[in-house]
DNA sequence: TATAAACCAAGTAAATTAGTCAAGTATTAT
DNA sequence: ATAATACTTGACTAATTTACTTGGTTTATA
């Protein structure tokens, strides 16, 4: 398990999906605007969010990104570990230590990693929506067209 | 919070340190040889490790780092917080998205990133000494004199 | 058929991580 | 005192990862 600002985006990029998900499929292009993240840059990660079945891409005019499926069935943890190259770290097992004290503390880190692993992956997107904030903004958009005439490019 | 093998290497000394913390200081050089770290990359590990006050540098021969408070008063969050450079992330406030959402996502985030935090935060060295192969190894070391006659270089 | 979107691939720039080198300073054993 | 040990600091380099760019191709809608 990994945490940098790759998975941020990706988390970020996945809770505006789950936002949306009433309205419909979201493009890249607005959530690239939106988040400032360069276009091309989103469409590695949600490649790679798509081979893990977490969205789903819809072509053509209209077309965007959807969840693959329910929010609650999305955890965090399978967020980060899609977009995240698993390098797969610890326990070469050629370091050849003096006592074997060596792969007692990678032991420990794995345990460790695996305890990180496991909370996040208790949190899914479901988690995010039920905020009174957020459901706010779902309510707005479920009411109004928000979709302006002209819209700025 | 951030996550990477920077941070692994930090909490893997740091676990070091906690298990020999009976027999004395422990060098940088055994930990480097054991852990397969350059040694110049655990000094600056180490350098930004005692500016936290996390670890105490004793100097001398037959000097080396010990803990710099008691095991059960370090967490994880704290060390790898002291190696990584605080990047604030978030909320830069200058993307001027369409109807705040973009906070709205950047906002949920930061729960997250809190949640993390304090989750590592629970989770302290002294944890990973009452692990039994652990206090396997501590006994070993109270009871016999392990540093070799001869010490290879 | 024109357009708006996803999809794809190769390459580049920037940032971070990891390691190297070198010249110190402090401490202790002898 | 002196030498050995070990920490301290800074500047520099290589490797890796992150982020972005460019230039396309498909696909579905209108």
Redesign the interface.
Same mark, same amino acid.
């Given at each position: 398990?990994?945490? &940098?600002?790759k998975g941020?985006y990706a988390?970020?990029a996945m809770?505006?999906l789950a936002?949306h998900e009433p309205k419909g499929p979201v493009t890249l292009a607005e959530i690239s605007?939106?988040? &400032?993240i360069s276009l091309s840059y989103l469409e590695q990660l949600f490649s790679k969010l798509r081979r893990e079945n977490l969205v789903r891409g819809v072509r053509g005019p209209g077309g965007g990104y959807r969840l693959a499926k329910p929010a609650d069935e999305i955890s965090?943890a399978q967020i980060i570990a899609a977009v995240d190259e698993k390098?797969d &770290?610890?326990c070469?097992g050629?370091?050849g230590?003096?006592?074997g004290?060596?792969c007692?503390?990678?032991?420990?880190?794995c345990g460790?990693s695996k305890?990180?692993y496991e !909370?996040?992956d208790g949190?899914s997107l479901k988690d !995010?929506l039920s905020?009174p904030?957020?459901q706010d903004?779902i309510q707005?958009q479920n009411s109004a067209s928000?979709r302006?005439a002209f819209p700025l490019n």
């Open positions: 398990m990994r945490l &940098s600002t941020r988390v970020t809770m505006d936002i605007r939106c988040q &400032s965090i390098v &770290s610890t070469g050629d370091a230590c003096d006592e004290n060596t007692l503390t990678h032991e420990l880190w460790l305890r990180i !909370f996040l949190i !995010f905020r904030a957020v903004v707005r928000n302006p």
